[in-house]
């Protein structure tokens, strides 16, 4: 049985934790090839944007708490970075 791939495992993990009303994950692996952190199989740099009702009234800093929080797994493992797009409500 395949591993599923990072790029399923963030889009699974941020809906089933936050529900959102706007989703996107884009990895950006490719524009990070032989830096610090990348990966041969690639899947370790991910721009995340993400509306959701359980970021209204959090600072930015408490919005990317949860985030990697809800990846804490993910970051354990392959992906090294996230650039984190928090929209305002959709």
């Keep these: 049985m395949s591993e599923v791939p990072y790029f399923q495992r963030i889009t699974d993990n941020l809906t089933q934790a936050f529900q959102p009303t706007y989703l996107l994950v884009r990895d950006d692996s490719h524009n990070h090839a032989g830096h610090s952190g990348a990966h ?39 992906v090294h970075a996230l650039s984190i797009e928090i929209k305002g409500a959709q």
């Design 40 to 78: 041969a199989l690639g899947e370790t740099h991910f721009h995340i944007a993400i509306a959701a009702p359980a970021f209204d009234g959090l600072s930015r800093v408490a919005q990317h708490r949860l985030i990697y929080d809800a990846l804490a797994e993910e970051l354990k493992e392959r």
